[in-house]
């Protein structure tokens, strides 16, 4: 097939340029080798907001209730269900990208697009077809993945990015979070809403370190007051997969090195105690598995 535009990538850079295109009078096709909806759609903005209103309500209604004029005996939570209701919002939106191509007579490829000569798209398909399609223009919006860090190399059960955080189950016991950007303090207030004892580590001074100082400052103490741990100027500096989980080295990055913690006879799928001296804070953390 001959195109106007081939646009790589359906997530909200690609889904955007290939519908304004057609509705120029464009002939376009969006391959997309996941679905619709990209990143932002299926494993990043939408999921996690679904999943943070969760811990919102949750959150109030354990500690808030009665201010509201609420009486609850007994409150519980279905983590099952919490984590199905996150993908089924996704899948509303991303269906919703699916019929925005359709309308707008988008075609839509479903398979990982590779570039091999000038004016020429290969997409190994899904259904285990491949097929080329020439195009006038090609738009590369294929997006990020998750980066693990060195000596840490994501295994999908213990040492886990963003997509597999929003879709853990059971729910763990106790988390480190190594990065207090936007997504790491998301995943701290979601675990810690539901009770897992969240550890969130920060190699900068502040949590949301590109945040206004005095933002991030207000936050932090939101945040511990609703019992994050959090470690700020601190660096990760080993991870290890144990029997029981993850064991991870700090290091302060304003004093000398020291090993504050090493709980070796923790039972399994129990969190340890986290010992820390304040600006000092090279430790090792043994982290639970989930039950
Ligand atoms: C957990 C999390 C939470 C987030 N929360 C927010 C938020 O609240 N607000 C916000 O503004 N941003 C948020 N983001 C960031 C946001 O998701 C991204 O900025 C956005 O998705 C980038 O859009 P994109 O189209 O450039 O790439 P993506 O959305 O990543 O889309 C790229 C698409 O390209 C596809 N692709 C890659 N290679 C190929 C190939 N060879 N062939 C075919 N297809 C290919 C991928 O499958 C993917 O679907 C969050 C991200 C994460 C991970």
Same mark, same amino acid.
């Given at each position: 097939m001959k195109y106007d535009l081939i646009v790589i990538g359906g997530g909200p850079a690609g889904y955007v340029g290939a519908i304004r295109a057609a509705q120029l009078g464009k002939k376009v096709?969006?391959?997309e080798k996941e679905r619709a909806g990209g990143t932002c759609l299926n494993w990043g903005c939408i999921p996690t907001k679904s999943l943070l209103r969760n811990a919102e309500l949750f959150h109030l209604m354990k500690h808030r209730a009665g201010d509201f004029g609420f009486k609850i005996d007994g409150l519980s939570y279905d983590w099952e269900k919490v984590i199905k209701r996150s993908r089924e919002v996704s899948d509303k939106n991303a269906a919703g990208i699916e019929f925005l191509f359709k309308k707008n007579k988008v075609d839509y490829?479903?398979?990982g697009a590779l570039l091999e000569k000038a004016g020429e798209v290969v997409v190994k398909?899904?259904? =285990?077809? *491949?097929?080329?399609?020439?195009?006038?223009?090609i738009l590369i919006a294929t997006g990020v993945i998750p980066r693990p860090l060195t000596g840490l190399p994501f295994n999908g059960k213990t040492v886990i990015g963003s997509r597999e955080a929003m879709i853990l189950e059971p729910q763990p016991k106790s988390m480190v979070i190594i990065g207090a950007g936007a997504i790491g303090v998301e995943f701290a207030y979601f675990y810690n809403a539901f009770s897992t004892e969240v550890?969130?580590?920060e190699m900068m001074p502040n949590v949301l370190p590109i945040e206004d100082t005095e933002v991030s400052q207000a936050l932090e103490k939101a945040l511990t007051k609703q019992g994050i741990?959090?470690?700020?100027?601190?660096?990760t500096t080993k991870a290890e997969t144990t029997k029981r989980g993850v064991r991870v080295t700090l290091a302060g990055l304003d004093d000398g090195p020291a090993v504050l913690c090493d709980q =070796?006879? *923790?039972?399994?799928?129990e969190e340890c105690a986290l010992g820390y001296r304040r600006r000092h804070l090279d430790g090792i953390l043994q982290r639970g598995l989930p039950a």
């Amino acid at each position: 097939m001959k195109y106007d535009l081939i646009v790589i990538g359906g997530g909200p850079a690609g889904y955007v340029g290939a519908i304004r295109a057609a509705q120029l009078g464009k002939k376009v096709a969006c391959v997309e080798k996941e679905r619709a909806g990209g990143t932002c759609l299926n494993w990043g903005c939408i999921p996690t907001k679904s999943l943070l209103r969760n811990a919102e309500l949750f959150h109030l209604m354990k500690h808030r209730a009665g201010d509201f004029g609420f009486k609850i005996d007994g409150l519980s939570y279905d983590w099952e269900k919490v984590i199905k209701r996150s993908r089924e919002v996704s899948d509303k939106n991303a269906a919703g990208i699916e019929f925005l191509f359709k309308k707008n007579k988008v075609d839509y490829v479903l398979g990982g697009a590779l570039l091999e000569k000038a004016g020429e798209v290969v997409v190994k398909r899904n259904d =285990g077809k *491949t097929e080329t399609h020439e195009a006038a223009n090609i738009l590369i919006a294929t997006g990020v993945i998750p980066r693990p860090l060195t000596g840490l190399p994501f295994n999908g059960k213990t040492v886990i990015g963003s997509r597999e955080a929003m879709i853990l189950e059971p729910q763990p016991k106790s988390m480190v979070i190594i990065g207090a950007g936007a997504i790491g303090v998301e995943f701290a207030y979601f675990y810690n809403a539901f009770s897992t004892e969240v550890t969130l580590i920060e190699m900068m001074p502040n949590v949301l370190p590109i945040e206004d100082t005095e933002v991030s400052q207000a936050l932090e103490k939101a945040l511990t007051k609703q019992g994050i741990k959090i470690l700020t100027n601190t660096k990760t500096t080993k991870a290890e997969t144990t029997k029981r989980g993850v064991r991870v080295t700090l290091a302060g990055l304003d004093d000398g090195p020291a090993v504050l913690c090493d709980q =070796g006879d *923790t039972a399994a799928g129990e969190e340890c105690a986290l010992g820390y001296r304040r600006r000092h804070l090279d430790g090792i953390l043994q982290r639970g598995l989930p039950a």
